[in-house]
């Protein structure tokens, strides 16, 4: 079979003028960035149609190092949706260079169901990252020169919250000494840095819901704190508005397509496992203002990606899924139910039965949100029609519809199934309202207890003396009502990243608790979960080149 960058480049891709006129958006209106690329003004968001259309939610089961297909299937089944003559959007948050050049690989999907084109989309795309990495670190620049200028005033800070941000997997700037070389090059600091889908300005830009809201979440960060105890916010550097310039077209979602040519907007791109991993609010409204189904996902496993997507992004905007779909693959399955991975393309029925709790658990988690829950299974070449057939009768048995779908090797084609059993579930069984884990008004320690035991069934939870510190300082702040956003291993309902299928009887430990007051939420560090990765032993970048002017190796 080609490679998803072959099949990428096989594609005939509509202008996107073409794409928006076939949406419902006037073409004259978008903004290019060439001939497939586009950006839509905010004010063809119509709330009323927001209301009406139809969300669905792509989660996942524990992810594995085997691959989910989470994006392609959610994908895959826009285009189902389509070639059964719904009128379907798909709405996917933006790659990260760190993953494409490191260890993951693309993110725009994979086979016949990808969004293009994928070389622009997987790395400088429009900018946006680029733009948030600016916007991030120009804050830092002007926090340092503001306490360079006032060192002798005593008007600096005591303590400083806000670090650097790079959009490139790099352990060695995880920790740094900034304002080395005498007085002349600034005051000798501590500092470090985050990859960029973990910056508080990303939180900022998917959470946002127009650009004076933006402006006000921006505003709010937290810096760091004076020698009177007092915070100290990008407010008080009156920089706020320079902030929100570097943003103000960055906001605007991006219009591309699928290889089936319909339309998919692709905006913003924080992980779910450092940060709240959903696209963005105006990407989703967007979608929802010209689809009649509009599917998005959740980043990494349920546990992660969907239970902030709920309890951070539906409770903050009012958006509610009619249903909720978790993937899942007999590969993922196998390794959950203690099959090595040297042997999980070999059928073992024994294994993907013991796997099955994992699926079970995640299921349970959706329903306890008030979804209406359908699983689908995403089939490998590999895979026996045995092992689908054992999936297929334990989903049954539980009351929970079940579809196979081929999507990466059939696009369209191979999601017409599920793309039916998703229109039947909507129109005879949809979602029941949102219930959240917790209550606003629960203090932290609550809210992360109820998400550790109901979730991720989790034992005990420790704190340590930096996280008890921080907690003190979040309810002095009077920021105990925010949601809350766990960052820890994806591989695992614990801690643990080795322990595959549903842990029990776990202890996590709370290493860090960082203060996201413009985002509004509280980031909460679990075990040694990196807000910087590293790069692998062989990372993606050696597959990657351009060959007769073409990129080769994205994946």
Same mark, same amino acid.
């Given at each position: 079979?080609?490679?998803?960058?072959?099949?990428?480049?096989?594609?005939?891709?509509?202008?996107?003028?073409?794409?928006?006129?076939?949406?419902?958006?006037?073409?004259?209106?978008?903004?290019?960035?060439?001939?497939?690329?586009?950006?839509?003004?905010?004010?063809?968001?119509?709330?009323?149609?927001?209301?009406?259309?139809?969300?669905?939610?792509?989660?996942?089961?524990?992810?594995?190092?085997?691959?989910?297909?989470?994006?392609?299937?959610?994908?895959?089944?826009?285009?189902?949706?389509?070639?059964?003559?719904?009128?379907?959007?798909?709405?996917?948050?933006?790659?990260?260079?760190?993953?494409?050049?490191?260890?993951?690989?693309?993110?725009?999907?994979?086979?016949?169901?990808?969004?293009?084109?994928?070389?622009?989309?997987?790395?400088?795309?429009?900018?946006?990252?680029?733009?948030?990495?600016?916007?991030?670190?120009?804050?830092?620049?002007?926090?340092?020169?503001?306490?360079?200028?006032?060192?002798?005033?005593?008007?600096?800070?005591?303590?400083?919250?806000?670090?650097?941000?790079?959009?490139?997997?790099?352990?060695?700037?995880?920790?740094?000494?900034?304002?080395?070389?005498?007085?002349?090059?600034?005051?000798?600091?501590?500092?470090?840095?985050?990859?960029?889908?973990?910056?508080?300005?990303?939180?900022?830009?998917?959470?946002?819901?127009?650009?004076?809201?933006?402006?006000?979440?921006?505003?709010?960060?937290?810096?760091?704190?004076?020698?009177?105890?007092?915070?100290?916010?990008?407010?008080?550097?009156?920089?706020?508005?320079?902030?929100? +310039? %570097?943003?103000?077209?960055?906001?605007?979602?991006?219009? #591309?397509?699928?290889?089936? @040519? =319909?339309?998919?907007?692709?905006? /913003?791109?924080?992980?779910?496992?450092?940060?709240?991993?959903?696209?963005?609010?105006?990407?989703?409204?967007?979608?929802?203002?010209?689809?009649?189904?509009?599917?998005?996902?959740?980043?990494?496993?349920?546990?992660?990606?969907?239970?902030?997507?709920?309890?951070?992004?539906?409770?903050?905007?009012?958006?509610?899924?009619?249903?909720?779909?978790?993937?899942?693959?007999?590969?993922?399955?196998?390794?959950?139910?203690?099959?090595?991975?040297?042997?999980?393309?070999?059928?073992?029925?024994?294994?993907?039965?013991?796997?099955?709790?994992?699926?079970?658990?995640?299921?349970?988690?959706?329903?306890?949100?008030?979804?209406?829950?359908?699983?689908?299974?995403?089939?490998?070449?590999?895979?026996?029609?045995?092992?689908? +057939? %054992?999936?297929?009768?334990?989903?049954?048995?539980?009351? #929970?519809?079940?579809?196979? @779908? =081929?999507?990466?090797?059939?696009? /369209?084609?191979?999601?017409?199934?599920?793309?039916?059993?998703?229109?039947?579930?909507?129109?005879?069984?949809?979602?029941?309202?949102?219930?959240?884990?917790?209550?606003?008004?629960?203090?932290?320690?609550?809210?992360?207890?109820?998400?550790?035991?109901?979730?991720?069934?989790?034992?005990?939870?420790?704190?340590?003396?930096?996280?008890?510190?921080?907690?003190?300082?979040?309810?002095?702040?009077?920021?105990?009502?925010?949601?809350?956003?766990?960052?820890?291993?994806?591989?695992?309902?614990?801690?643990?990243?080795?322990?595959?299928?549903?842990?029990?009887?776990?202890?996590?430990?709370?290493?860090?608790?960082?203060?996201?007051?413009?985002?509004?939420?509280?980031?909460?560090?679990?075990?040694?979960?990196?807000?910087?990765?590293?790069?692998?032993?062989?990372?993606?970048?050696?597959?990657?080149?351009?060959?007769?002017?073409?990129?080769?190796?994205?994946?």
């Amino acid at each position: 079979m080609k490679s998803d960058i072959e099949i990428a480049r096989s594609v005939s891709l509509s202008k996107i003028n073409e794409v928006a006129d076939k949406t419902g958006i006037p073409h004259e209106e978008v903004l290019n960035y060439g001939h497939h690329i586009a950006k839509v003004p905010l004010r063809f968001i119509n709330e009323e149609k927001v209301r009406k259309s139809n969300l669905i939610l792509v989660t996942a089961i524990t992810p594995t190092k085997a691959g989910i297909g989470k994006t392609t299937v959610s994908i895959g089944l826009a285009l189902g949706l389509n070639r059964i003559k719904k009128n379907a959007i798909v709405a996917l948050r933006e790659p990260s260079l760190g993953p494409c050049f490191g260890m993951k690989g693309g993110a725009a999907g994979g086979g016949y169901a990808q969004v293009v084109p994928m070389e622009n989309i997987n790395l400088h795309f429009t900018g946006d990252f680029h733009a948030i990495t600016s916007a991030h670190n120009m804050i830092t620049a002007l926090l340092d020169n503001y306490i360079y200028q006032n060192r002798k005033t005593g008007s600096g800070l005591k303590e400083i919250k806000w670090k650097r941000v790079l959009d490139v997997n790099d352990r060695s700037l995880r920790n740094v000494i900034t304002g080395l070389g005498g007085s002349a090059n600034g005051i000798p600091t501590e500092s470090g840095f985050d990859i960029t889908p973990a910056s508080e300005i990303m939180a900022i830009f998917c959470l946002s819901t127009d650009l004076d809201d933006l402006r006000r979440r921006v505003g709010n960060i937290l810096l760091g704190y004076t020698f009177e105890n007092k915070p100290f916010t990008v407010n008080d550097l009156g920089i706020s508005g320079a902030i929100t +310039a %570097l943003l103000k077209d960055a906001l605007l979602p991006n219009l #591309v397509q699928t290889t089936e @040519n =319909t339309a998919a907007f692709v905006h /913003g791109g924080p992980f779910a496992n450092i940060a709240h991993g959903c696209n963005s609010v105006l990407a989703t409204k967007m979608a929802l203002s010209y689809g009649d189904y509009v599917i998005t996902e959740a980043g990494f496993g349920a546990d992660l990606g969907a239970e902030k997507f709920f309890n951070i992004k539906c409770r903050k905007t009012g958006l509610a899924p009619k249903l909720t779909v978790i993937v899942a693959t007999a590969q993922s399955l196998k390794m959950h139910g203690g099959v090595p991975e040297d042997k999980i393309k070999e059928q073992n029925i024994e294994g993907l039965k013991n796997g099955l709790a994992n699926l079970d658990k995640h299921i349970e988690n959706m329903k306890s949100f008030g979804q209406e829950v359908i699983v689908t299974f995403n089939r490998f070449a590999t895979d026996t029609d045995e092992e689908i +057939a %054992l999936v297929d009768e334990h989903c049954r048995k539980l009351g #929970v519809g079940f579809a196979m @779908n =081929t999507v990466f090797a059939e696009g /369209g084609k191979g999601g017409e199934e599920l793309a039916r059993l998703v229109v039947d579930t909507i129109e005879k069984r949809p979602s029941k309202p949102l219930q959240f884990t917790y209550e606003d008004s629960d203090s932290i320690r609550t809210k992360v207890k109820k998400v550790t035991e109901k979730i991720y069934g989790a034992a005990s939870i420790v704190y340590s003396s930096p996280a008890e510190k921080k907690i003190k300082q979040v309810e002095e702040l009077g920021f105990s009502h925010f949601p809350i956003c766990i960052a820890k291993t994806q591989y695992s309902f614990s801690a643990d990243a080795k322990a595959y299928g549903v842990a029990k009887d776990f202890e996590l430990v709370v290493r860090d608790i960082v203060i996201n007051s413009g985002s509004e939420m509280i980031v909460i560090i679990m075990g040694e979960i990196m807000r910087m990765p590293g790069l692998p032993k062989i990372p993606q970048a050696q597959k990657i080149d351009v060959v007769d002017g073409l990129i080769e190796g994205l994946s």
